[in-house]
């Protein structure tokens, strides 16, 4: 029966058309009225991204610690994302009505249980005759990879190397990521609703393609690696519609609500990017471009289901708010698959003096002095101990606070008496930064909220591969008391760890550009970075031919190794280029202090890198700087 938006779910008579899908969150953290607002827009199926490697590690290791203490299913909470069904169920209604599909990965380390609350609240909203709901099964590998252990299996770190064995930290969660193919199969057995784990990001979007086309994931790989770069694009939600944007100035109007994504997916594998109609925002080829770039690895985009190759593709404005995308190329799918594996690294905490006006480096060494000998021998109890100076005073300062900088003590340790309390009645961090204060610098001053200066449990990840044929694949139909396996595909190919880095082809001189003047990158290079583990990504990229002829001619990794100054950490830096987008981009290995839930760094997620670097100067040619500043 044809749904009131005029699609038919998936039937054959409905195939020749592209499947419209909808991206309704990037995170956890994602705006709640998203299913119910884009239920109410022409759209098959809506997907969003609830999960991070930050909140793997926070799920996974609460459920483990749940289950040390005996807890069963019934008398402990559901450890999915507690905000989803807000987010949900206002939507029910509307879905039914419309026969819209969802597909999310909402399900985090309780992914049975979310599916059976979403299955009771459609049941008390009378809507069970209308809406199916199926979970994907697999994600949870901890049991796998310990037995693969024992086994010999080395699980190298994909970032910095080195073998689990070593790493010192006794794993408590592991996930891996499931692809498509099991969404897809849910979605043509009859599922309206499909709810889980460790997907990959983009794994709805191809699933949904998968299932919507009739694509043969054992061949269709360049229609399959479209839609993953397709789930890619709108896996983030407003990212592709002007978040995060280097480009932000000119998009104020509207800023306050920017729109949500929708991806028309064609059966050629290539897509065309709109958004939520009356929202802020903007589609375009510079937004689109800089979701690309944003978190990938190299040339190759690796999801279970598929290999993308990102050097050929290419982005058209189609018209206002619509960018089309074609180029991408597929490959056989690898024989492995990302896995996540969290231990408990210990307790952090952290104390801030604010530090005012002159001579701002002398008096963070003079504090750094005092809470050294403070802490004596003690020192060698933390693991992690770093002390940092962040911001500057400027010249002639037009008020105080902007003449203010934060010193920041950040220490982590496995002895939770070290940083027990935020009192000062004990000896312990706290204290020792404290005490101190009567003989410290001129100006120096604390926060009046100490609270972090307690420990709280942090997290280390590692990140590795792990054998698909080792991943027990399932979707389980609520509705049919139903489990039915998806093994991997057997076109699955071998890939090496690294992929090519190469310098550009054929650099144009700097000088025949003419006359330049120096300042910051950011006057006319438009960028985005991104963190995959402790990896950061960042990639560049310009809107005219000619300043495409500068930048990849300027931006060699040993530039970018320069313009990273201090920050560079001696590691391995690769190089790639897009030439149909006109960027340039780089992977910094190992750039991230071991990912967000355990680095010592203001940049865990690697967000803030691109902007660090357009902040930097380099000689831009005037013809360029004329044109005007981004």
């Not at 507690?82 to 599909?101: C, D, R, V, Y």
């Not at 660090?612 to 013809?623: E, T």
Request: proline share 4%.
């Amino acid at each position: 029966m044809a749904a009131t938006n005029g699609h038919t779910n998936g039937s054959t008579s409905s195939r020749k058309r592209a499947l419209r899908i909808a991206g309704a969150s990037g995170g956890f953290t994602d705006r709640q009225r998203a299913i119910h607002s884009l239920a109410g827009c022409d759209v098959d199926v809506i997907v969003g991204d609830w999960m991070s490697e930050c909140t793997m590690s926070w799920h996974g290791a609460a459920k483990s610690a749940i289950l040390a203490k005996g807890a069963g299913s019934d008398n402990r909470p559901g450890l999915y994302d507690p905000s989803f069904m807000a987010n949900l169920t206002p939507a029910l209604p509307l879905l039914a009505e419309k026969g819209i599909k969802l597909a999310v990965n909402a399900g985090a380390s309780d992914t049975e249980m979310l599916a059976s609350t979403v299955q009771e609240k459609i049941r008390e909203l009378g809507l069970q005759e209308r809406l199916k709901v199926a979970w994907i099964q697999g994600d949870e590998v901890l049991d796998v990879v310990n037995r693969l252990l024992k086994g010999g299996e080395k699980f190298e770190n994909i970032c910095f190397g080195g073998e689990l064995k070593d790493w010192g930290f006794e794993p408590v969660a592991a996930q891996c990521y499931l692809g498509g193919a099991g969404i897809a199969e849910a979605f043509i057995q009859g599922a309206d609703i499909v709810i889980c784990g460790r997907v990959a990001d983009a794994a709805p979007t191809i699933g949904a393609a998968m299932w919507w086309h009739g694509w043969d994931r054992n061949t269709d790989f360049n229609q399959l690696a479209g839609s993953l770069i397709a789930g890619h694009l709108i896996e983030c939600s407003s990212y592709v519609c002007g978040g995060y944007y280097s480009g932000f100035k000119e998009l104020f109007d509207g800023c306050e609500n920017v729109g949500f994504p929708i991806a028309e997916v064609f059966a050629d594998g290539s897509c065309a990017l709109v958004k939520e109609p009356n929202t802020g925002g903007e589609i375009s080829v510079g937004t689109v471009a800089s979701q690309l770039l944003y978190e990938i690895q190299g040339p190759q985009y690796f999801g279970s289901d598929v290999v993308a190759v990102l050097e050929g593709i290419n982005m058209k404005q189609e018209g206002k708010d619509r960018v089309l995308v074609t180029g991408v190329k597929g490959k056989p799918p690898p024989t492995t698959t990302k896995v996540g594996i969290t231990a408990s690294g210990g307790y952090q905490a952290e104390f801030h003096f604010l530090l005012v006006g002159l001579d701002l480096e002398q008096k963070a060494e003079w504090t750094e002095r005092q809470v050294r000998a403070s802490m004596g021998k003690n020192v060698d109890r933390f693991s992690c101990l770093k002390f940092t100076l962040n911001g500057y005073c400027p010249e002639d300062p037009r008020n105080q606070d902007v003449a203010t900088v934060d010193f920041r003590v950040f220490a982590q340790t496995k002895d939770r008496s070290l940083v027990i309390k935020d009192t000062i009645e004990v000896p312990g961090f706290n204290r020792w930064c404290l005490e101190n204060f009567l003989q410290s610098c001129p100006g120096a001053t604390i926060e009046n909220d100490i609270r972090q200066s307690a420990g709280k449990e942090f997290y280390e990840y590692w990140a590795a591969l792990l054998p698909q044929k080792e991943v027990n694949h399932q979707v389980n139909l609520l509705w049919a008391g139903q489990k039915i396996d998806v093994p991997p595909s057997p076109s699955m190919e071998l890939y090496t760890t690294r992929q090519w880095s190469y310098e550009t082809k054929d650099p144009v001189s700097l000088s025949s550009f003419g006359p330049t003047t120096r300042g910051p990158m950011g006057w006319r290079v438009l960028g985005r970075s991104g963190d995959k583990a402790s990896d950061a990504n960042v990639g560049f990229f310009v809107r005219y031919d000619d300043e495409w002829d500068w930048l990849r001619s300027l931006l060699t990794v040993e530039k970018i190794i320069q313009l990273l100054g201090p920050e560079y950490n001696g590691k391995l830096v690769e190089r790639f280029e897009i030439p149909g987008i006109k960027a340039v981009h780089f992977l910094l290995h190992d750039h991230l202090d071991r990912s967000y839930n355990a680095t010592s760094t203001y940049d865990g997620l690697g967000k803030n890198l691109c902007e660090y670097l357009r902040a930097k100067y380099v000689d831009i040619p005037n013809s360029f700087l004329r044109r005007g500043r981004i």
